[in-house]
C-alpha cells in the first residue's frame, strides 16, 4: 500500500503513463510505429533534449530559470565542430566544449548570485550575447566538414539497437538521479528550490549551490552540443535557436515545477521524449508535422493546468486534515484540565 | 525636505535613460552624420515600432508580477490571419484589422485565464502559448492558398499607407506610437485601473481583501499585451506589406529587456510606462546606429544583452550599499 501511494505521488509516474498510453494509441492506429527499430528511432532522436532538460533541471529545482541553453548548445557545438574539422583531437574538441559551457555557467551563476540579478533577465541577456558571439566566431558561416569518424560515432550501436550515445545518456540520468535524491549535496538543489531561507538556516550555501547548478547547466548543455554535432555533421550559427523553450517545456511536462523543489531527473528525461516524439507521431498518424508546435503547446497549457488544479485540491485537503486535527487535539486537552 | 524630492526627481531611473539615449545619438552622429538628420532618425524608428508597441503593454503583465513571452508569436499568428482574412476569406482590410485585434485580445485572454484563474505560473503559461501561437499561425497558412516562404502581399495602397504615410511630415509609426504611450500611461497612471495592476503586483492579498477582483485585473493585463502585439503585427504588415507566419520571432528578447530596462520590477508592483517608451528607444536606436555604423545585424544581440544585464546589475548594486561587502565573503569562501 505505501508502494502504491508512493508510485501515484511521484509525479514522473503520471508523465511516463501519459507517453506509455500516447504510443499505445499511436500504435493502435499505425502499428508500424510500435516496432522496435522505429522505437529506437524515437529514443535516439531524442538524446540532445534530454541532455539539455537534465541539465536545465538543476537550476529548475534550485527555483531559477535558464534560457541560454540553447545559445550555449550553439556556441560549444560551432568551437568543437571548428576544433574537429582543423584536426584537432577529440579530446581537446570536447575539453572545449565542456570548458564553454562551464565559462557560461559560471557567468550566468555569478551574475544570479553575487549581482543578485533575476534568473531570467541574466540569461536572457547571456542568452544574446553568446549567440551573438556564434556568430562573431563563425562569421556568419557554417562549420562543415566534420571528420566522418565523429559523425559515424552517433551511428554507432550497442548490440544493434541502442546507440552508444543513448546508452551514456540514460546512464548519465540514472546517476544524477541518484546524485540528486540520495547524496546529501545532492539533495541541497531541491532544498535550495523549495525554502530558499530554510536552507540558508540549516547552513546550505545557497549561492555556492547555485552556481553549481548552472555551471552543470552549461556542461550539459555542452555535451548536447557535441552530441549535435556528431549527429547533425555541421553547425549553423542559429544552431540550437529555441532549444531552451524545449527544455524547458520537457521539464515541466516531465512533471518538475518551475517553483523549484519538485521534481526529478528521471522525469525531465520522459518529458524531453514526449517532447520529440510529438513531431514523429503526428507523421505516423498522418498529419503535417507542421502542428507539432501546435500540440506541444496545448499539451504544456494542459498538463501545468490540470496539475495545479490537482496540487491545489491536495493542498487544501491537507489543510483541513490539519485543521480537524488541530480541533480534536484542543478539545483533548480540554478534557483533561 | 525640498531639497530631497528635487534630487529624487533629478536621480529618477526616466532621466538616467534620456541621458544614455543623448550619448547614443551623439556617438552615432559622430560615427555617421548621415545620422543625425531628422528624417531619418524619425525614419529609424521603422525597425523597431514593434519593440515599442508591445513593450508599452508588457509593462503592464510584468507590473502584477507576470511574466509574457509569448507576444512575439501573436505578432506572427495575426500578421498571417490578416493576410488570409483579407486574401482568401474576402474580407475588407479594415474589418480584417479589426478581428485580427480582437484575435490578438483572445490570445493573451486565454494565457491570462489560465494564469489568473488556474494559478499556474506565468511563464509556464506563456510559454505554452508561444508554442500554442506560432504553431496556429502554421495551421493557418496551411488555410490560404499561398505558401508559408511567400507570405500574402498586395494588399491595398489605404492598408500599406498605414505605416509608410507622413501626417506634417511625421511619419505615421511615430504617432501611432505616441497615441499608444499617451494612451497607456493615462490607463496605468491615472485610472483607478491603473491602481488596480499595482497593487495587484505589491500585495495581492491586500488587494483581494480591499474588494478588488484581481483575477480579472490580472487576465485583462495579458488581454491588453496580446491585443497591443496584434496592432504590431498589423503596422509591420503594412510596412513590409507581405503577412508573414515568421514575423516577430526574434522580439522575445528586446522586449523583456525594454521593459526590465525601463524600470520595472519583474517581481512586480514597480515600474512605469514612460520609462519603458525611453528604454524601447534606446534599444531601438541603438541597434538602428550600431547597423548604421556598419555593424553586420547578427551581432545584435551582444550588445543588447550586455546593455540589460549591466544595466540590471548596476540597478541592484546601486540599491544595496551592503553588496561589495558581501561579494567579497562570498569570494572568500569559495
Given at each position: 500500500m505505501k508502494l502504491v501511494n508512493r508510485i501515484l505521488k511521484a509525479r514522473e509516474i503520471s508523465s511516463l503513463a501519459f507517453l506509455v498510453a500516447m504510443f499505445l494509441i499511436v500504435g493502435a492506429?499505425?502499428?508500424?510505429?510500435?516496432?522496435?527499430?522505429?522505437?529506437?528511432?524515437?529514443?535516439?532522436?531524442?538524446?540532445?533534449?534530454?541532455?539539455?532538460?537534465?541539465?536545465?533541471?538543476?537550476?529548475?529545482?534550485?527555483?531559477?530559470?535558464?534560457?541560454?541553453?540553447?545559445?550555449?548548445?550553439?556556441?560549444?557545438?560551432?568551437?568543437s565542430a571548428t576544433l574537429l574539422r582543423d584536426g584537432s583531437s577529440w579530446l581537446a574538441a570536447i575539453i572545449a566544449a565542456i570548458a564553454v559551457g562551464v565559462t557560461i555557467g559560471l557567468i550566468n551563476g555569478i551574475g544570479v548570485t553575487v549581482f543578485k540579478v533575476p534568473s531570467i533577465i541574466?540569461?536572457?541577456?547571456?542568452?544574446?550575447?553568446?549567440?551573438?558571439?556564434?556568430?562573431?566566431?563563425?562569421?556568419?558561416?557554417?562549420?562543415?566538414?566534420?571528420?566522418?569518424?565523429?559523425?559515424?560515432?552517433?551511428?554507432?550501436?550497442?548490440?544493434?539497437?541502442?546507440?552508444?550515445?543513448?546508452?551514456?545518456?540514460?546512464?548519465?540520468?540514472?546517476?544524477?538521479?541518484?546524485?540528486?535524491?540520495?547524496?546529501?549535496?545532492?539533495?541541497?538543489?531541491?532544498?535550495?528550490?523549495?525554502n530558499m531561507s530554510g536552507a540558508t538556516l540549516i547552513g546550505i550555501p545557497v549561492e555556492g549551490t547555485k552556481i553549481v547548478a548552472y555551471i552543470a547547466c552549461g556542461?550539459?548543455?555542452?555535451?548536447?552540443?557535441?552530441m549535435y554535432v556528431s549527429r547533425v555533421g555541421f553547425v549553423t550559427p542559429t544552431a540550437g535557436n529555441g532549444y531552451e523553450m524545449k527544455a524547458i517545456a520537457a521539464c515541466v511536462l516531465g512533471g518538475i515545477s518551475l517553483a523549484g523543489g519538485v521534481g526529478t531527473v528521471i522525469g525531465a528525461a520522459i518529458g524531453s521524449v514526449i517532447m520529440s516524439s510529438i513531431s514523429r507521431v503526428l507523421v505516423f498518424l498522418q498529419f503535417s508535422s507542421d502542428y507539432d508546435n501546435t500540440i506541444t503547446g496545448i499539451l504544456l497549457i494542459l498538463i501545468v493546468v490540470a496539475d495545479s488544479l490537482i496540487q491545489r485540491r491536495l493542498a487544501e485537503k491537507a489543510r483541513r486534515k490539519r485543521l480537524s486535527a488541530r480541533t480534536l487535539e484542543e478539545v483533548g486537552g480540554g478534557s483533561n484540565e | 525636505m525640498n531639497k530631497k524630492i528635487w534630487k529624487n526627481k533629478l536621480f529618477r531611473w526616466e532621466n538616467a535613460?534620456?541621458?544614455?539615449?543623448?550619448?547614443?545619438?551623439?556617438?552615432?552622429?559622430?560615427?555617421?552624420?548621415k545620422f543625425l538628420q531628422a528624417r531619418v532618425l524619425l525614419g529609424s524608428i521603422n525597425d523597431f515600432i514593434s519593440?515599442?508597441?508591445?513593450?508599452?503593454?508588457?509593462?503592464?503583465?510584468?507590473?502584477?508580477?507576470?511574466?509574457?513571452i509569448q507576444a512575439g508569436a501573436i505578432v506572427g499568428l495575426t500578421s498571417i490571419s490578416l493576410g488570409v482574412l483579407w486574401q482568401d476569406a474576402g474580407l475588407n482590410i479594415w474589418a480584417a484589422v479589426f478581428v485580427a485585434i480582437l484575435l490578438g485580445g483572445i490570445c493573451g485572454a486565454i494565457s491570462g485565464f489560465f494564469v489568473a484563474f488556474a494559478g499556474v505560473q506565468a511563464m509556464v503559461?506563456?510559454?505554452?502559448?508561444?508554442?500554442?501561437?506560432?504553431?496556429?499561425?502554421?495551421?493557418?497558412?496551411?488555410?490560404?492558398?499561398?505558401?508559408?516562404?511567400?507570405?500574402?502581399?498586395?494588399?491595398?495602397?489605404?492598408?500599406?499607407?498605414?505605416?509608410?504615410?507622413?501626417?506634417?511630415?511625421?511619419?505615421?509609426?511615430?504617432?501611432?506610437?505616441?497615441?499608444?504611450?499617451?494612451?497607456?500611461?493615462?490607463?496605468?497612471?491615472?485610472t483607478k485601473y491603473g491602481r488596480y495592476v499595482f497593487l495587484c503586483g505589491i500585495n495581492k492579498n491586500a488587494a483581494i481583501y480591499s474588494g478588488i477582483k484581481t483575477k480579472l485585473i490580472i487576465m485583462s493585463t495579458y488581454i491588453l499585451s496580446g491585443m497591443s502585439a496584434s496592432i504590431a503585427g498589423i503596422v509591420l504588415t503594412s510596412y513590409l506589406g507581405s503577412a508573414r507566419a515568421d514575423l516577430g520571432k526574434e522580439l522575445t528578447l528586446p522586449i523583456i529587456t525594454a521593459v526590465v530596462l525601463g524600470g520595472t520590477s519583474n517581481l512586480g508592483g514597480k515600474g512605469g510606462v514612460f520609462g519603458t517608451a525611453l528604454a524601447a528607444v534606446v534599444i531601438g536606436i541603438m541597434r538602428f546606429g550600431l547597423v548604421m555604423a556598419g555593424l553586420p545585424t547578427q551581432y545584435l544581440d551582444i550588445p543588447i544583452g550586455l546593455l540589460l544585464i549591466v544595466a540590471v546589475a548596476a540597478r541592484t548594486i546601486s540599491s544595496n550599499p551592503g553588496f561589495v561587502r558581501k561579494a567579497g565573503k562570498l569570494f572568500k569562501r569559495a
Open positions: 492506429v499505425n502499428p508500424t510505429f510500435l516496432q522496435v527499430k522505429n522505437l529506437f528511432l524515437t529514443f535516439n532522436g531524442s538524446v540532445v533534449y534530454i541532455l539539455l532538460a537534465v541539465g536545465i533541471a538543476f537550476v529548475i529545482l534550485c527555483g531559477e530559470i535558464d534560457v541560454s541553453i540553447g545559445a550555449t548548445l550553439g556556441l560549444s557545438a560551432a568551437v541574466m540569461t536572457l541577456g547571456v542568452n544574446g550575447v553568446v549567440r551573438g558571439s556564434i556568430y562573431v566566431y563563425t562569421n556568419g558561416k557554417w562549420v562543415e566538414n566534420v571528420p566522418f569518424e565523429f559523425k559515424a560515432l552517433s551511428q554507432a550501436t550497442f548490440m544493434n539497437a541502442l546507440t552508444y550515445f543513448l546508452l551514456g545518456t540514460i546512464i548519465l540520468t540514472v546517476v544524477v538521479h541518484f546524485i540528486l535524491t540520495k547524496t546529501k549535496k545532492g539533495r541541497y538543489f531541491a532544498a535550495v528550490g523549495d556542461i550539459f548543455a555542452a555535451l548536447a552540443g557535441l | 535613460l534620456i541621458l544614455i539615449l543623448i550619448t547614443e545619438i551623439i556617438i552615432f552622429g559622430l560615427l555617421n552624420p519593440i515599442c508597441i508591445i513593450s508599452l503593454f508588457v509593462t503592464f503583465v510584468m507590473i502584477t508580477g507576470g511574466m509574457d503559461v506563456t510559454l505554452g502559448g508561444q508554442f500554442l501561437y506560432s504553431g496556429l499561425a502554421l495551421a493557418v497558412v496551411n488555410l490560404s492558398s499561398s505558401s508559408a516562404f511567400e507570405g500574402i502581399s498586395g494588399f491595398p495602397n489605404s492598408f500599406i499607407k498605414l505605416a509608410s504615410g507622413k501626417i506634417f511630415g511625421i511619419p505615421n509609426q511615430v504617432i501611432i506610437f505616441i497615441v499608444l504611450i499617451a494612451i497607456s500611461y493615462i490607463l496605468l497612471h491615472k
